[in-house]
């Protein structure tokens, strides 16, 4: 197969196939699309991408904010591991949800922060299919651009999948256990087992090829870059060296991912007992690491460009053992001011941070041109509740990363006033987006000065 055109470029959709599987390809130079918007703008930037990542429970916040503001800012021990990447983010200080406060519907607060987070707006108070809370802004986003991807957005979790049934005080379990929601009644479930995304991302022929495919591939124990490799090498004569280099790291982090995912099968195999579906790996920081890429995966493809990720539901009693705290994080949020509960929380907060910090690396590795995919990304990574112990919904943990294609100022601690909606924010990452809308759930302006 003949991939280079006679004027040495590469179409941006090529796809390397082999027995029902495809591969689609990163961004190289040689690609037609990128060379002439480079040659039109003086730049090489790729596409915009746009993800939210969720944690629960609240944090410590006597080691959450920063010291000093601006750039002059020192980063606080909850997230030394961020320091490397510094320079490739914000951290937002003001911003709130306040219909994730009851508001007149009583107790449900854990059940309101995930139902608020991407919508702004207030949860119908309701166990039966009766749900209502709003659309939210990773799909206004990808009713906008999703046409331009194979995926129009990915959701994901490291969480059970709940979308019926009674959660928390009353409230459906949809609302809980949910970050996107296509319509106001209609949450998007996120895939949380790494085997079935990778599938959706690499496995994506359609039909009877894509399953008697994958059903070989499996068969024969053969890696997906294996039924694939003839046509990578053909491409790879015709390639300049420094797409090359590219293609080879890309093909390298695919294979790395995937091998990592069949390890975690082999582990659940052996164990008929356990009670996780294979493709999930046992421990929780693989799991959610193996997650990351995958999700760095799709952007660096070009799959999708909108993606939510949701590390764990609020109200989650999951414990961390590996990094000695045997309590759950739900009992610990309700510390009560106890010393030793407060430090246990901590512990969690910088565990969850070290895990942003390997996404940030992996994105920040994966290069568009002169830049990276995280200068040419938009990621919110935060929670619907700051203190835990009293469900508040004000100054939240919210930390912006990546250069939005140039449209953002990273490095910075921004000190917003009290109370600021949340939502203006999402206004004006949909603005940079290219989706001009002028209100957003409880929104009040368009969100200036990041």
């Known amino acids: 197969m003949n991939f280079i055109s ?22 190289l130079e040689a690609m037609t699309p990128i060379r002439a918007a480079a040659a039109a703008a003086g730049s090489s930037r790729g596409p915009l991408r746009m993800a939210f990542l969720y944690i629960p429970n609240g944090v410590n916040l006597k080691y959450w904010g920063p010291e000093g503001s601006g750039r002059d800012f020192k980063l606080n021990r909850t997230m030394e591991s961020l320091q490397p990447y510094q320079n490739q983010f914000q951290i937002l200080s003001g911003l709130a949800h306040d219909k994730a406060y009851n508001n007149g519907d009583g107790a449900g607060d854990h059940a309101r922060a995930n139902a608020t987070f991407l919508t702004g707006m207030q949860a119908r108070k309701t166990a039966g299919s009766d749900i209502e809370v709003g659309v939210s802004v990773d799909q206004v986003a990808a009713e906008a651009i999703g046409k331009n991807t194979y995926m129009p957005s990915l959701e994901l979790s490291a969480d059970h999948i709940r979308t019926s049934g009674r959660c928390d005080s009353g409230y459906s379990c949809a609302y809980q256990f949910n970050l996107a929601w296509r319509s106001p009644s209609m949450p998007l479930s996120p ?55 590219k293609l080879d790291e890309y093909l390298t982090a695919v294979r790395e991912t995937e091998r990592r995912i069949e390890k975690a099968e082999e582990v659940t195999s052996q164990r008929p007992d356990a009670d996780i579906p294979a493709g999930i790996p046992d421990g929780y920081e693989d799991y959610l690491r193996v997650m990351f890429d995958l999700l760095t995966l799709s952007f660096q493809t070009d799959t999708t460009r909108i993606s939510t990720f949701l590390l764990a539901h609020d109200g989650s009693n999951r414990n961390f053992r590996e990094i000695g705290v045997p309590d759950g994080h739900h009992y610990l949020s309700h510390h009560q001011n106890n010393e030793d509960k407060l430090e246990q929380i901590a512990k969690i907060d910088k565990f969850y941070c070290d895990q942003l910090a390997y996404f940030l690396k992996r994105m920040s590795e994966a290069r568009e041109g002169e830049h990276s995919l995280l200068d040419n990304s938009m990621v919110v990574y935060g929670g619907g509740i700051s203190c835990g112990n009293r469900h508040t919904h004000s100054n939240l943990p919210v930390i912006l990363a990546g250069g939005g294609a140039g449209s953002l100022t990273p490095g910075r601690h921004v000190e917003l006033p009290e109370k600021t909606p949340m939502t203006n924010l999402y206004i004006s990452m949909l603005d940079r987006m290219g989706v001009e809308i002028d209100e957003f759930g409880d929104s009040t302006g368009k969100l200036e000065g990041i």
């Open 191 to 245: 895939d949380n087992n790494p085997r079935s995304v990778f599938e959706r991302l690499f496995g994506s022929a359609v039909g009877a090829d894509r399953t008697g495919g994958l059903a070989r591939q499996r068969r024969y124990q053969r890696s997906v870059l294996d039924v694939v490799l003839e046509d990578a090498r053909t491409m790879e004569r015709n390639l300049p060296a420094a797409d090359r280099r």
């Open 6 to 27: 006679n004027k040495g470029t590469l179409n941006r959709r090529t796809l390397l196939r082999g027995l029902g599987a495809t591969l689609a390809l990163p961004a």
